[in-house]
């Protein structure tokens, strides 16, 4: 099997429009996508075909669209620079994953971690779309014959996968026409959500959001979990269990962060006081995002012109692969 080539500098990563976008989800990923805009060339995807896998209501799930993109914008992600497109407008990725799924063995599938969960998860539902979610997911990399794609550990199962599903495909009809994906890991940062127990999630209720206003974010962050040993103001704290210091890492300066470490340990502060200091550090960094977000949300026909002029530009690739794909396995153009 052909290595990536040297000179493949594509990049291809998808998010799930859920809807909110929580700390965790920048912390963990696209603040990452942000920064790799520099190096590589970069197509990112809200995968909406992805999420219809569970039920959902139609009105909602295209706000929840919108709300991803302005999320995504806001941020960093630059459209000039990056292509950034929903998944469902390059009809492109549900073909290829028909043949991809032609290619793919129904034990692989059956060993995916994620499915097993889902379908604990969503037992009234566990749809075939469900299970074959890896082959869209594969699809949805090779199609842009990407070289890397940056996700956390979670998904090394389907990234591996898109691998074995590109080299049989190869091996069958053109040696080296798919290139390997190689992941790039996103640095393991463990956000836990404001029960300061689980990771941060929706479905958890435990979040706190990417562009909440100040006065939701500390209604919030005001009963958040902190040491539980810490029950009166003149108990001295133990910052390296407490949930809300590991936050302060993610937000504040050195110099707070040292100041917060000293003064809990000599219960010099207490957690409402450390709370108030990391509502500050947050809002120093997520304020600004959230202007540019509010901007966007007052305009969404030119957020979704964005992702429509991003998806043209994602179709054109589609389309040539497509094309050769077509040719190589023998089968008639697609009519016009
Ligand atoms: N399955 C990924 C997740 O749940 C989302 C995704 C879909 C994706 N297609 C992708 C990620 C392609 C990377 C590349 O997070």
């Known amino acids: 099997m052909t290595d990536t080539p040297a000179d493949n500098r594509r990049l291809f990563s ?186 941060m999630s929706k479905s958890m209720n435990n979040y706190l959001g990417l562009l909440e206003s100040p006065d939701e974010r500390w209604a919030k962050l005001k009963d958040a979990f902190t040491d539980p040993q810490r029950l009166r103001l003149k108990d001295p704290g133990r910052p390296e269990v407490c949930n809300v210091f590991s936050w302060h890492g993610f937000f504040s300066s050195e110099e707070t962060i040292a100041q917060v470490d000293r003064d809990c340990r000599t219960a010099g502060i207490g957690c409402f006081q450390c709370k108030q200091l990391l509502a500050d550090s947050m809002e120093a960094r997520l304020g600004p995002m959230r202007e540019r977000a509010e901007e966007l949300r007052a305009r969404p026909d030119q957020v979704w012109e964005i992702l429509h002029e991003g998806g043209r530009r994602a179709r054109a690739i589609a389309r040539q692969t497509l094309t050769e794909v077509r040719e190589l396995m023998g089968l008639p153009g697609a009519a016009e």
Request: hydrophobic fraction near 40%; include cysteine.
């Open 14 to 199: 998808g998010i799930q429009p859920t809807g909110i976008v929580h700390i965790g989800n920048w912390l963990g990923a696209i603040q990452n996508w942000v920064a790799l805009q520099q190096d590589y060339e970069c197509i990112f995807s809200i995968v909406d075909h992805h999420a219809t896998t569970v039920v959902y209501e139609p009105e909602a799930f295209r706000e929840a669209m919108l709300e991803v993109g302005i999320a995504l914008l806001a941020a960093g992600i630059d459209p000039e620079r990056s292509v950034l497109f929903v998944q469902s407008m390059v009809p492109e990725h549900t073909e290829l994953a028909w043949i991809f799924s032609t290619v793919t063995m129904y034990g692989e599938l059956g060993r995916m971690t994620q499915f097993k969960d889902k379908s604990e998860q969503h037992q009234h539902n566990v749809n075939v779309g469900l299970f074959t979610y890896p082959v869209l997911q594969a699809a949805d990399i090779l199609l842009y014959k990407a070289g890397f794609v940056p996700v956390g550990e979670d998904q090394l199962q389907h990234l591996e996968l898109a691998r074995e599903v590109g080299r049989r495909w190869n091996r069958r009809f053109d040696e080296g026409f798919f290139p390997e994906p190689k992941a790039l890991l996103t640095p393991a940062r463990r956000v836990l959500g404001t029960d300061g127990q689980s990771k």
